[in-house]
């Protein structure tokens, strides 16, 4: 229509020149901002350094380099795009979602009360949504500081419920699946690694009585 037709050269990647290494929201919001703030650090000259945040993505630090940068200074991305998946297992991407939907909830719940909480509660409240989206983050990316994280959020999460007006059902949702939640995790985390180190030790000395059994009748 406009004359700007152009045939593909070569296979079209879809995604983000630096893919996403973790679930962690912090780092879904900033981890470009950190790729610019290294690039800022390495760039000589105050001047530079304004231009390398306000440029284009390409742009070098040279005095010929145009305002938007040049293709071959920004990073290749290959083929196939390695994509972001949980390493988590089943069982606890379904309590994660499980408790996605409560949280969403109290969010909604509050919407309606927003307006007779005082500002102190509503930002207890937030800082306490945003708490748990990054506990969420930590199980997906099977962080160490997910369980200590969440076990603490699990023993909060009743009292900030009771601390808002939000329908029983709500409330009594959210203590039953902090208890159950907590038990949990202590099965998860504590419970089966030692059954598992138990049965791996087990099964060892069976190996080494095996092992002696044999070389007694080759012996003999």
């Not at 070569?10 to 950190?34: A, D, S, T």
């Not at 993505?57 to 949980?86: M, T, Y």
């Amino acid at each position: 229509m406009f004359g700007t037709f152009a045939a593909e050269a070569e296979p079209v990647v879809y995604g983000l020149v630096h893919p996403l290494e973790k679930f962690n929201i912090i780092e879904l919001q900033f981890h470009h901002l950190r790729y610019i703030a290294r690039k800022v650090m390495e760039t000589p000259g105050l001047m530079n350094k304004l231009k390398t945040v306000v440029y284009g993505p390409g742009w070098n630090g040279k005095a010929d380099c145009p305002k938007l940068g040049i293709l071959e200074e920004i990073p290749e991305v290959h083929r196939p795009v390695k994509k972001l998946r949980s390493r988590a297992p089943l069982s606890e991407s379904f309590y994660t979602v499980l408790h996605f939907l409560l949280v969403n909830l109290l969010f909604y719940s509050l919407l309606s009360y927003k307006d007779v909480l005082s500002q102190l509660l509503l930002w207890a409240i937030a800082a306490y949504i945003f708490w748990a989206l990054t506990n969420f983050g930590f199980i997906f990316d099977r962080s160490v500081f997910a369980v200590p994280s969440e076990l603490l959020r699990l023993i909060v999460a009743p009292l900030i419920v009771s601390l808002v007006p939000v329908p029983y059902a709500l409330t009594l949702a959210t203590q039953v699946a902090s208890v159950l939640s907590i038990g949990f995790w202590i099965l998860v985390s504590l419970v089966l690694p030692s059954m598992s180190k138990s049965k791996g030790g087990k099964a060892s000395g069976d190996e080494q009585r095996t092992t002696r059994t044999k070389r007694r009748v080759k012996f003999d």
